[in-house]
């Protein structure tokens, strides 16, 4: 009997063993899933929390985020609720819903024409919404899957993700029609627009690498590949310093690409699952938000990476935007407590 029971003791221990080693990874996620707040996290990170904003549309996710800084507002993509937010950032208050842009991901405030890019995945469309009167204005071919935008003020023309399209569609600004598309050959992350070097660049998700889209000829002009990203997705442009952060979804990774020496310059561990990320040129301060909560924050020297840390912020803190004037930091979070709240930072 003394024998079973050690015996049995021991394939419990075992079995415990095996499963905390296979969750560990994994912990955040399953807080995540589980919509487990640890609690005041946000020192750890040099941020502190300013306030939680109710906001409308249920308990539903969030995706991309864009600021209009002359006007001074943040959109944020409700895609759950199939609408926009527009926040007021002088007012700290929520100024108008706009709706009807089903399953919406990417959003992109153009100063220039006016209007609000917003792509509506569930209509396989881009939405242009008119800045003053936060109105749909109309509605151009998405492709099969639209997601991250880019505006090229040269050519007055918007750039499109088509995530599942395998490609960029090509968005005339003056006529709101489709006029093109490159062929990336497979899945694409996100789509930025790089003010000095005149490019657009692409995440050819697919093929562990960077597009760069030369948008006058509209065709990729070079590829930059991203050795140790597995399934790069979110990234920021600093065009200045001509350097690329990308996250690497696949396997919680950040890297850093020298657009000029077209390679990877260093890399560091982030969240499981990381998505989007946010820039602030004043401060130097990168943050990567990742789909299971976690966030990481760096204070970047040129190309040069330094962690200020990481942690488990909130469930879902997968979408971050930072204003550049104030340095306040802003994260959609879809269930605190059975609502969605716009969660406010600002930096210690």
Request: hydrophobic content about 40%.
């Amino acid at each position: 009997m003394k024998v079973r029971r050690v015996v049995s003791i021991t394939a419990v221990l075992v079995l415990l063993i095996a499963i905390i080693a296979v969750v560990f990874p994994y912990r955040y996620v399953v807080l995540s899933k589980l919509n487990v707040n640890l609690g005041e996290n946000e020192s750890a990170i040099g941020l502190r929390k300013v306030a939680d904003i109710p906001l409308q549309g249920g308990a539903t996710r969030f995706d991309y985020q864009s600021i209009d800084p002359q006007r001074g507002l943040l959109f944020i993509a409700h895609l759950g609720a199939g609408q926009v937010v527009v926040f007021d950032l002088k007012q700290q208050q929520v100024a108008a819903y706009i709706p009807e842009v089903a399953s919406v991901h990417g959003v992109l405030a153009v100063s220039e024409t006016g209007r609000l890019y917003a792509a509506a995945t569930g209509t396989r469309q881009v939405a242009v919404i008119d800045l003053q009167t936060l109105h749909i204005v109309a509605r151009a071919d998405g492709g099969e899957y639209p997601d991250g935008l880019a505006y090229v003020p040269e050519n007055q023309q918007v750039f499109v993700s088509d995530e599942s399209g395998g490609g960029d569609i090509v968005i005339d600004t003056h006529s709101n029609q489709r006029i093109g598309r490159i062929d990336l050959g497979g899945e694409v992350g996100n789509t930025e627009y790089d003010a000095i070097g005149h490019q657009v660049i692409a995440a050819a998700q697919g093929h562990n690498q960077l597009a760069l889209i030369d948008p006058q000829r509209e065709r990729v002009a070079a590829t930059i590949d991203l050795p140790g990203c597995d399934g790069p997705h979110g990234f920021t442009v600093d065009s200045p310093s001509r350097t690329v952060f990308v996250s690497c979804e696949g396997n919680a990774k950040l890297v850093v690409v020298d657009l000029n020496a077209k390679r990877v310059i260093a890399s560091d561990r982030v969240g499981d699952s990381p998505d989007v990320l946010a820039f602030d040129p004043g401060l130097r301060r990168l943050y990567v938000a990742a789909e299971s909560g976690v966030v990481a924050v760096f204070q970047t020297r040129g190309s040069t990476l330094q962690k200020i840390g990481q942690t488990y912020l909130a469930p879902n803190a997968h979408t971050i935007a930072v204003d550049s004037q104030t340095h306040r930091v802003y994260v959609p979070l879809e269930n605190i407590d059975g609502r969605p709240v716009l969660r406010i930072y600002e930096p210690q």
